[in-house]
C-alpha cells in the first residue's frame, strides 16, 4: 500500500534508497498499464473485425469523399489485411511495453520513463486535439467512452512516469552517494 500511495503522489518526498526504489518502479508500473490498454484496444478490435474495417471504411469515405480519387484509393486499401496488421502492431507494442516495463522494475533508470512519459504525452495531445478538430470530429471511429479512458490512462500514465523519473534520478543520487 506504501508503494500506490509512493507511486500516486509527485510530492512525496523520497530519502532513502528503498523509497526510492519503489518511486522508480512507478515507470515499470506505467507500461504495464500502458500495455493493458494496448491489449484491451486489440481485443476490442479483435471480437469485431468486420465491424471494425466497416467503421474505417465509413471514417474514410467521410474524409476523403467516396468519389474522390484520393478516397478511391484509400478504401481500396482497405481490406481485412489493414486490420489484421492493425491488430499485429497493436499487441507488439503491448507486448514491447510489457517487457520495458519488466526491466524498469528490475533496474529502475530515468531512461525508460522519461521516453515512455513523452509517448504518453504525445497519445494524450494527439487525442485532444483530434477531438477539438472540427474536420474530424464528425469522423470519429472511437466511442466517447474510449476517448475517456484513453484520456484517463494517458493522465494516470503520464503520473506514474513522472514518478518513475524521479524515483529512478533519487536512486542513482543515493547509490552515488554511498
Not at 516495463?101 to 533508470?109: C, D, S
Not at 494516470?156 to 512516469?161: E, G, M, Y
Amino acid at each position: 500500500m506504501n508503494d500506490l500511495s509512493r507511486w500516486l503522489n509527485p510530492a512525496a518526498a523520497i530519502s532513502t534508497e528503498d523509497e526510492a526504489l519503489a518511486s522508480g518502479r512507478a515507470g515499470a508500473v506505467g507500461a504495464f498499464v500502458s500495455a493493458a490498454h494496448g491489449l484491451f484496444g486489440a481485443a476490442l478490435i479483435a471480437v469485431n473485425i468486420d465491424g471494425y474495417l466497416a467503421q474505417l471504411r465509413a471514417v474514410t469515405a467521410t474524409m476523403y469523399g467516396e468519389s474522390s480519387q484520393a478516397g478511391q484509393a484509400a478504401l481500396a486499401m482497405m481490406g481485412p489485411a489493414m486490420v489484421y496488421t492493425t491488430l499485429a502492431m497493436s499487441v507488439g507494442f503491448a507486448a514491447v511495453f510489457a517487457i520495458v516495463g519488466v526491466v524498469q522494475w528490475r533496474k529502475p533508470n530515468a531512461v525508460i520513463p522519461l521516453l515512455l512519459g513523452l509517448l504518453a504525452l504525445y497519445s494524450l495531445l494527439m487525442l485532444v486535439l483530434n477531438m477539438a478538430n472540427p474536420a474530424t470530429a464528425s469522423a470519429h471511429m472511437i466511442p466517447a467512452w474510449r476517448q475517456a479512458l484513453a484520456v484517463v490512462v494517458d493522465l494516470v500514465c503520464l503520473l506514474l512516469f513522472y514518478n518513475g523519473l524521479r524515483g529512478a534520478n533519487r536512486l542513482r543520487k543515493l547509490r552515488d552517494a554511498a
